[in-house]
């Protein structure tokens, strides 16, 4: 079933692809000093810090056969281009905000791999605030796509960080609202505060879907 996009981007003269990989084990919430799974990667160690328990090396396993898929997806949309096919793209991640006070989280943002996923071709990174679409939390998000017109979503280019990999931009300090919705740690009737923003707000959905569509 896996390889099922990659047939399909290959076989149609018209293709649109979404790609949000789980962020679980890439999330940097795992490197906060709240209750709730522990790093399993790190800014030097992406795919998976070395010498981990069975139960953590699993986690990084799976974080990264997602990933690696959406990477295998995105070259082999290229390759359908070259073949006169339109297909396009568009990647879904947590924003790579650097540093924290318990150390620098992996992001699939700085991979080599995904930098180059898109070749020869044109494509646009920006990252923003999901505030934007009407709800109560900010949770900084970034998209790569080489669906131009997606540069609405926010503020464009890579990632930029100081010497010590603190977080200098693109997107402001501050999304502008003042948030009241907890978003790490243990809820207090149960569950951690990340799982219920994992999906996208419906207005974020609307808004990335239309363009996408019409591209």
């Known amino acids: 079933p896996r390889a099922t996009p990659l047939y399909s981007s290959a076989a149609s003269d018209v293709y649109k692809r979404q790609l949000s990989p789980p962020c679980g084990s890439w999330s940097r919430?795992?490197?906060?000093?709240?209750?709730?799974?522990?790093?399993?990667?790190?800014?030097?160690?992406?795919?998976?810090?070395?010498?981990?328990?069975?139960?953590p090396a699993k986690r990084a396993s799976s974080g990264n056969e997602f990933v690696h898929f959406s990477i295998r997806a995105i070259v082999a949309a290229q390759n359908c281009k070259r073949r006169g096919r339109r297909v396009t793209s568009l990647w879904e991640h947590p924003e790579?905000?650097?540093?924290?006070?318990k150390g620098c989280p992996a992001s699939v943002w700085q991979l080599p791999q995904v930098r180059k996923a898109y070749a020869e071709f044109e494509y646009m990174t920006a990252a923003g605030y999901q505030c934007q679409f009407n709800v109560?939390?900010?949770?900084?998000?970034?998209?790569?796509?080489?669906?131009?017109s997606l540069s609405c979503f926010g503020y464009t280019?890579?990632?930029r960080f100081d010497s010590n990999e603190k977080y200098l931009g693109p997107l402001p300090r501050s999304?502008?609202?003042?948030?009241?919705?907890?978003?790490i740690g243990e809820l207090p009737d149960g569950g951690f505060a990340t799982s219920p923003k994992a999906a996208y707000p419906p207005g974020m959905c609307e808004s990335v879907s239309y363009t996408h569509l019409r591209a």
């Open 29 to 55: 919430a795992n490197y906060s000093h709240r209750p709730g799974p522990k790093p399993v990667r790190s800014r030097k160690y992406p795919w998976g810090i070395p010498h981990l328990l069975a139960g």
């Open 96 to 101: 790579d905000l650097g540093a924290t006070p």
């Open 136 to 148: 109560d939390w900010a949770k900084p998000t970034r998209i790569l796509s080489d669906i131009l």
């Open 157 to 159: 280019g890579w990632p």
């Open 175 to 183: 999304c502008g609202h003042r948030h009241e919705e907890q978003m």
